[in-house]
């Protein structure tokens, strides 16, 4: 009974990563992009705390997201960018998340990247026609 009691107090007191940081859009949107074309992006992560936090890893829910983790640590009231590489190899519609681990926090911080990736010639041709409706 006490071994219980000593878990949930000791899961009450973990900190969670939105206590000491807050990222600025925690979804991004890449709307239409072309088949083959990598499209790249930057997550802003403000450290919130009071300490420096250090982004330990970072990894996408598939080999075809692919995180790059600042070196530095964030330091209290800083930001940093942390960027993020879609392959867009697939056709159709993606949601992918990306997983931020950050130093003395069990649970990592989730972020989601979407769009759709069409092949060349649709890709162009959607391009054309929202240029056109911009146009009038």
Do not use: H, R
Not at 62 to 77: D, F, H, L, R, Y
Not at 107 to 132: N, R
């Amino acid at each position: 009974m006490m071994a219980a009691a000593l878990i949930v107090t000791a899961s009450a007191m973990a900190q969670k990563a939105d206590e000491v940081i807050k990222v600025a859009a925690e979804k991004i949107d890449f709307g239409k992009i072309k088949q083959g074309v990598p499209v790249t992006t930057f997550f802003e992560v403000k450290n919130t705390s009071g300490k420096p936090v250090v982004i330990e890893n970072a990894w996408g829910s598939c080999g075809c997201t692919t995180p790059e983790v600042p070196k530095a640590p964030i330091m209290p009231n800083a930001s940093t960018k942390l960027k993020v590489q879609y392959n867009a190899a697939a056709l159709g519609s993606f949601n992918k998340d990306v997983y931020i681990k950050l130093a003395g926090i069990d649970e990592p911080k989730v972020l989601k990247i979407t769009g759709e990736v069409l092949e060349g010639t649709a890709y162009d041709a959607a391009k054309k026609g929202a240029v056109s409706k911009k146009s009038k």
